[in-house]
């Protein structure tokens, strides 16, 4: 007779905040040091070859306008296209529009391994250049492809470490989630954020590098060194931890601890942040249609661009590449470049000595909902030229304006290299008075990390700015 097995339950891991805060401060013992890190991310910005240059749409190979449509598109139908959005809103200065938009329904991978290395906690991190990034080769996840890139529509070469990410019965997943890349880019685009754990022996090939929480933490404060797409699904690790030792106060310290702590509480419950957060879902509205390409008025088509015609906002251009380090050696695409350096700030605040974040609950036309929390300022401040301050985002007068408090991060950090052509972005973490003047805005919050982190266990919650600003916070020295 044969025996059944027996269910065995299986209880949440209660060491990985712990290995998580031992990884966070961990800088000079992990398996390389940040002088050996530097020296690899400088070989391989030396020895991978990645050379970009601006050409005429008529010299796309496999991408062509589409007659009836005008919509930009790849032959085989895979990867994405540009075309036009319609947009309604009752939001902003300006009640509707229409714009070119990146539509690439597909859902890519962008996932970090960790293992335990010595007893700590290290996350295998690739260098990568994309086409569009700034300064080249940047620190980028284990994986980080699209649906066509690894099903090979491209007919390159396989994606090194996948399996980890498509075998995970015999891995433990620290983080799974679909996340939302820009919605005033991206119609609809989510990206699978993950992070899994292995225990089996796994070599870093010449292009991975192992690291620890508290090295890339510090990398985080370099100029565009690490990429969109990594500070993303760093962003969703499943547990807060406390900030390193290092140039912030004790006081900062432990403010950003008793964040991270559900013990301590916020200025507003749970389910209270939750009902907030669904009436803005529910009273704002956002109304999108999909259009050609050719059905987009203001905007101009000439031989090596799409513009605007006030040159605001961003343009589509098209560029050609040739890589040894990538599925294939050379292509073509186009790609998104924004006109101007974007300024993304996020104004924190100590209450009862637990610190709190000024989020917006911001309507974008790409989101798949009507909004996400995002950053208390997101914007191009040159796209606001001409017109008064008073029709300016919230809050934006204050940042360009004068310091309302003490400045604790402040770096700039490129976007998606794959899909936009230096694309940059000032991000700011500032610390104001606890009575700064927020106005009582019914789209503004003031939420812990911990409420943060658990929104974003779940997908279209945090919008990738605010993400980022969120890695950034958590990784304070």
Same mark, same amino acid.
């Given at each position: ?22 990884? *966070?401060?961990?800088?000079? $013992? ?10 690899? &991310? ?32 790849? #032959? ?10 319609? !947009? ?32 700590? &906690? ?9 086409p569009g990034n700034v300064d080249g080769v940047q620190v980028s996840p284990t994986v980080q492809a699209t ?5 090979? !529509? ?11 990410? /498509? ?8 983080? #799974? ?14 990206? /699978? ?14 292009? %991975? ?31 807060? %931890? ?10 900062? !310290?432990?403010?950003? *601890? &008793?964040?991270?702590?559900?013990? %301590? ?29 050719? #059905? ?26 040739? *890589? ?37 609950? /911001? ?31 919230? %809050? ?8 309302? $408090? ?16 230096n694309a940059r972005n000032r991000y700011r973490i500032i610390e104001v008075a606890e009575d700064f003047p ?13 409420? &943060? ?10 919008? !990738? ?13």
């Amino acid at each position: 007779m044969t025996a059944v097995g027996k269910s065995v339950l299986r209880v949440p891991d209660d060491t990985l905040a712990h290995r998580l805060a031992m990884s *966070a401060s961990t800088v000079d $013992g992990g398996c390389n040091t940040m002088a050996e890190i530097r020296s690899w &991310l400088a070989d391989r910005a030396e020895k991978q070859l990645h050379q970009v240059a601006r050409i005429p749409f008529a010299e796309l190979r496999s991408w062509r306008f589409d007659e009836d449509s005008g919509d930009l598109r790849h #032959d085989s139908g895979k990867f994405f296209r540009i075309q036009g959005l319609r !947009v309604q809103s009752d939001f902003g200065p300006v009640p509707s529009w229409t714009q070119p938009i990146i539509n690439q329904p597909e859902i890519g991978i962008l996932g970090i391994v960790v293992k335990e290395i010595g007893g700590v &906690l290290h996350c295998l991190m690739q260098a990568k250049s994309e086409p569009g990034n700034v300064d080249g080769v940047q620190v980028s996840p284990t994986v980080q492809a699209t649906r066509s890139n690894y099903l090979r !529509v491209h007919e390159g070469g396989a994606v090194p470490y996948l399996d980890c990410f /498509r075998d995970l019965g015999r891995h433990r997943v620290l983080a #799974d989630v679909l996340q939302s890349e820009q919605g005033a880019w991206f119609y609809h685009k989510r990206n /699978r954020n993950m992070i899994v754990e292995v225990d089996e022996p796994v070599e870093a090939h010449e292009d %991975f590098c192992w690291m620890t929480l508290g090295q890339l933490h510090l990398l985080l404060r370099e100029e565009n060194v690490v990429n969109m797409d990594a500070r993303t699904v760093l962003s969703c690790m499943p547990a807060g %931890f406390e900030a390193a030792a290092g140039g912030l106060t004790d006081e900062m !310290v432990t403010a950003i *601890a &008793l964040s991270c702590d559900p013990a %301590f509480g916020g200025l507003h419950t749970p389910q209270e942040t939750m009902s907030w957060l669904t009436s803005r879902e529910s009273e704002q509205v956002v109304v999108t249609e999909l259009t050609g390409l050719s #059905d987009v008025p203001r905007w101009r088509r000439t031989d090596v661009d799409i513009h605007h015609d006030e040159h605001r906002f961003f343009r589509v251009v098209a560029v050609s590449v040739l *890589a040894n380090s990538r599925e294939v050696g050379d292509w073509t695409q186009p790609l998104l470049e924004p006109c101007g350096t974007g300024l993304i700030v996020l104004l924190v605040k100590r209450v009862d000595g637990v610190l709190h974040a000024l989020v917006n609950a /911001r309507a974008e036309p790409g989101y798949r909902g009507t909004v996400e929390l995002a950053p208390t300022v997101q914007c191009t401040p040159a796209n606001y030229g001409g017109i008064t301050s008073e029709q300016w985002p919230p %809050f934006l007068d204050l940042v360009l304006d004068g310091d309302p $408090g003490r400045i604790l991060f402040d770096t700039e950090l490129s976007e998606e290299g794959g899909r936009f052509h230096n694309a940059r972005n000032r991000y700011r973490i500032i610390e104001v008075a606890e009575d700064f003047p927020d106005g009582g805005r019914p789209e503004f919050r003031w939420l812990t990390l911990h409420q &943060l982190t658990s929104f974003l266990g779940h997908s279209n919650y945090v919008n !990738v700015q605010a993400r980022t600003l969120i890695a950034c916070l958590r990784g304070l020295r």
